[in-house]
C-alpha cells in the first residue's frame, strides 16, 4: 500500500499573517489563491519584489507596527491606532512621540519587566523545591 502525500496549502490571510504582511496590500492573485507550504517557504526563502517593498514600507499590520513602536496591539488600540500604518506613518509617529505613545512604551517596559521578575522567581522556587 502506498500512502498519498497531500499538499499542504493555506488561506491568504494565513500566509500573510506568516509573512508579517498586511493582506489588503498584496497582489491580487495572493489574495485570490491558496498558498502551498513549498510556496510559503519559496517566498520566506527569496521574496518577489512585492514582498520586499510591503515589508520595507508597508502598510504593516498592526502586530508590525506594535513592535515597530515598541507597544503591544491593545497600546495601539488606546492609542487610536486601527488601521495599517506605513514605515513613513510609523516613523512620523516616533517623531512626534505623542503622548500615548510614550505612555504604552513605559507600560511595555513595565510588562517585560514584571515577566522578568516573575520568571527569575520560578526558576529559584523550582531550584528550591530540587535541593
Known sequence: MTSQQNTQTMKPATAAKKLGVYLPATPAE????????????????????????????GPHPRPVVAEKL???IAGLARGGITDALTTEEIDALKDAKPEWLEKERATQVEVRNESVRIKRRDAERAQRAES
Open 30 to 57: 495572493f489574495q485570490e489563491g491558496v498558498v502551498s507550504r513549498a510556496e510559503l517557504n519559496e517566498f520566506l526563502a527569496n521574496p518577489p519584489e512585492w514582498l520586499r517593498t510591503l515589508r520595507a514600507n
Open 70 to 72: 515598541g507597544v503591544s
